[in-house]
């Protein structure tokens, strides 16, 4: 199931990107891309803490959107 706005993580930093609570806190987008995504390791789950302001990281974040195993990163395209 994709991401759902409405359901983001409240951790989000606002823009484009963000992860919802389908979110079980894997670790795969950390590992893409650190600089973008975070762990609440309290709460168990990712979010997005921070917006990609370079190319690199607007590559790495698409590529860490499709391969996330439950779909819990989301672009809502604005």
């Known amino acids: 199931m994709p991401a759902v706005?409405?359901?983001r993580n409240s951790d989000n930093a606002p823009g484009r990107y963000?992860?919802?609570s389908?979110?079980?806190d894997c670790g795969l987008c950390v590992d893409i891309c650190p600089?973008?995504?975070k762990r609440n390791g309290k709460?168990?789950?990712s979010f997005v803490g921070a917006q990609p302001e370079q190319a690199t990281h607007e590559k790495?974040?698409?590529e860490a959107l499709e391969t996330c195993p439950c779909g819990?990163?989301?672009?809502d395209g604005k």
């Open 5 to 7: 706005f409405e359901n």
């Open 18 to 20: 963000y992860i919802d």
């Open 22 to 24: 389908q979110c079980y």
């Open 35 to 37: 600089t973008i995504f």
């Open 43 to 45: 709460k168990r789950y």
């Open 60 to 62: 790495l974040c698409k």
């Open 72 to 75: 819990a990163i989301g672009d």
